[in-house]
């Protein structure tokens, strides 16, 4: 009889985003590994967009709590907890579900023989569990699969009177773990750096795609008044580059850049309230070089949009930290399209790296790159071709889903 694996993650589908993906591989392809698993999730996703078609049923998968009344007591104390996160600055829902969760975690480990847990994050209330079930039952092994790098991380808006509460938890954390999984080398490097007593813990498990869902390009519709350069996806804060905006504005000035040259379009729920030039923005908008689709669709409606772009656009930006620690999850679906992409990102980033090995036709713009870096990056993707091309075999064998599972399998066995 194949070894139990535990995962934990409070997010699952059908919250839809990029935080399922390493705990619904994990479930699926683990047993190609030689393991059995057990999925521990919620089963209420407060604030967040859920697509009700991604549903895993299997007997396997616990989403907790259970029953009616629990979810509906759930469901206020997460509302609850969500108000009070965004006034201290954070956005780490499961807390409450952390509760529920150690509970059928103990029932389970008493009843069953469980090789090992694997814990994923964001969010923290997966790690959070899985220390308290480690501190109780020391003999588990426990991998922690991080998404998201934790303290260091940009996009964690914590106020000073909390940081010090996460730097003691991902000091516990890395204490107790006898795996640590960072989601890129620069994140690993990181680690290593911060906790050198931890190197032989620290393995990478990057982000990648799951070979079953079929994705490939389609014809682009003819009758478009311009090409298109699609980003699909939210567009939030840092993630916004002002100095790509400021060189569309600039191209479309000198003329060098005419309406029914090229359109991009933000296709997702987007904020641009760090607009430096917003008029700008808006004679762009209004010129047809910009157009803003700012809705939330599900995930098979998104791919169809990039599946008929011309270009692909990835903004990999950390602004003002210019870090270097994560990889935008779309990249890897874009990679498979095959058409050409426009990635703006820091020199030597994990993006760079994936794009270079990708042999997917790019252009990638140092996101502090200067003015004219921007102009040639813009008017250099205006030449190439957009018939598909094949990514290279070494992307497809090293960011398949299945492969990815079989390193944390090997991390399990270690």
């Not at 139990?4 to 699952?12: A, C, P, T």
């Not at 620069?186 to 869902?213: C, H, L, N, S």
């Not at 999850?329 to 095959?338: M, V």
């Given at each position: 009889?194949?070894?139990?694996?535990?995962?934990?993650?409070?997010?699952?589908?059908?919250?839809?985003?990029?935080?399922t993906?390493?705990?619904?591989?994990?479930?699926r392809?683990?047993?190609?590994?030689g393991?059995?698993?057990?999925?521990?999730?919620?089963?209420?996703?407060?604030?967040e967009?859920?697509?009700?078609?991604?549903?895993?049923?299997?007997s396997?998968?616990?989403r907790?709590?259970?029953?009616p009344?629990?979810r509906?007591?759930?469901?206020?104390?997460?509302?609850?907890?969500?108000?009070?996160?965004?006034?201290?600055?954070?956005?780490?829902h499961?807390?409450i579900?952390?509760?529920?969760?150690?509970?059928?975690?103990?029932?389970i480990?008493?009843r069953?023989?469980?090789?090992?847990?694997?814990s994923?994050?964001?969010?923290?209330a997966g790690?959070?569990?899985?220390?308290r079930l480690?501190k109780?039952?020391p003999h588990?092994?426990?991998?922690?699969?991080f998404?998201?790098?934790?303290?260091?991380?940009?996009?964690?808006?914590?106020?000073?009177?909390?940081r010090?509460?996460?730097?003691?938890?991902?000091?516990?954390?890395?204490a107790?773990a006898?795996?640590?999984?960072?989601?890129?080398?620069?994140?690993?490097a990181?680690?290593q750096e911060?906790?050198p007593?931890?190197r032989?813990?620290?393995?990478?498990?990057w982000?990648?795609?799951?070979?079953e869902?079929?994705?490939?390009?389609?014809?682009?519709?003819t009758?478009?008044?311009?090409?298109?350069?699609?980003?699909v996806?939210?567009v939030?804060?840092?993630?916004?580059?002002?100095?790509?905006?400021?060189s569309?504005y600039?191209?479309?000035?000198?003329?060098?850049l005419?309406?029914?040259?090229?359109?991009v379009?933000?296709?997702g729920?987007?904020?641009?309230?760090?607009?430096?030039?917003?008029?700008?923005f808006e004679?762009?908008c209004?010129?047809?070089?910009?157009?803003?689709?700012?809705?939330?669709?599900p995930r098979?409606?998104?791919?169809?949009?990039?599946?008929?772009?011309?270009?692909?656009?990835?903004?990999?930006?950390?602004y003002?930290?210019?870090?270097?620690f994560?990889?935008?999850?779309?990249?890897?679906?874009?990679?498979?399209?095959?058409?050409?992409?426009?990635?703006i990102?820091?020199?030597?980033?994990?993006?760079?790296?994936?794009?270079?090995g990708?042999?997917?036709?790019?252009v990638?713009i140092?996101?502090?790159?200067?003015?004219?870096?921007y102009?040639?990056?813009?008017l250099?993707?205006?030449?190439?071709?957009?018939?598909?091309?094949?990514?290279?075999?070494?992307?497809m064998?090293?960011?398949?889903?299945?492969?990815?599972?079989?390193?944390?399998a090997?991390?399990?066995?270690?």
């Amino acid at each position: 009889m194949a070894e139990k694996v535990l995962i934990l993650s409070y997010y699952f589908p059908p919250m839809n985003g990029p935080a399922t993906q390493h705990p619904l591989w994990f479930f699926r392809f683990l047993p190609e590994h030689g393991f059995e698993t057990v999925a521990l999730t919620s089963s209420i996703y407060s604030g967040e967009n859920t697509d009700p078609a991604s549903v895993l049923t299997s007997s396997n998968v616990y989403r907790l709590p259970e029953g009616p009344w629990s979810r509906k007591l759930a469901g206020l104390l997460s509302a609850a907890e969500l108000h009070i996160q965004i006034r201290m600055g954070l956005w780490e829902h499961g807390f409450i579900w952390s509760w529920f969760a150690r509970r059928k975690s103990a029932k389970i480990l008493k009843r069953e023989a469980i090789a090992a847990i694997v814990s994923t994050s964001p969010s923290l209330a997966g790690h959070w569990t899985a220390y308290r079930l480690k501190k109780k039952f020391p003999h588990l092994r426990w991998i922690a699969d991080f998404q998201d790098p934790f303290v260091g991380n940009p996009f964690r808006r914590t106020k000073p009177a909390f940081r010090g509460i996460e730097s003691w938890m991902e000091r516990e954390f890395f204490a107790a773990a006898d795996i640590l999984s960072a989601n890129t080398n620069t994140v690993a490097a990181m680690w290593q750096e911060r906790y050198p007593q931890y190197r032989d813990k620290i393995v990478i498990t990057w982000g990648g795609f799951d070979a079953e869902e079929a994705m490939a390009a389609r014809p682009i519709p003819t009758g478009r008044p311009a090409r298109i350069l699609s980003h699909v996806g939210a567009v939030y804060g840092g993630r916004l580059s002002n100095p790509f905006l400021d060189s569309l504005y600039r191209l479309w000035q000198q003329n060098q850049l005419r309406p029914g040259d090229l359109t991009v379009e933000f296709f997702g729920s987007n904020d641009f309230s760090t607009l430096t030039s917003p008029e700008n923005f808006e004679k762009l908008c209004a010129a047809g070089i910009i157009q803003v689709r700012n809705t939330y669709v599900p995930r098979q409606e998104a791919l169809r949009v990039c599946e008929e772009a011309d270009f692909l656009f990835v903004l990999d930006v950390t602004y003002p930290h210019n870090t270097k620690f994560q990889v935008p999850s779309k990249l890897f679906d874009y990679i498979r399209i095959g058409r050409p992409i426009l990635a703006i990102t820091p020199k030597g980033s994990p993006t760079e790296y994936i794009l270079a090995g990708s042999g997917i036709p790019h252009v990638t713009i140092d996101t502090e790159g200067p003015a004219e870096a921007y102009d040639k990056g813009i008017l250099r993707l205006l030449e190439l071709s957009q018939t598909p091309q094949q990514p290279s075999q070494w992307f497809m064998d090293t960011f398949d889903a299945r492969q990815l599972a079989g390193g944390i399998a090997k991390a399990i066995r270690r």
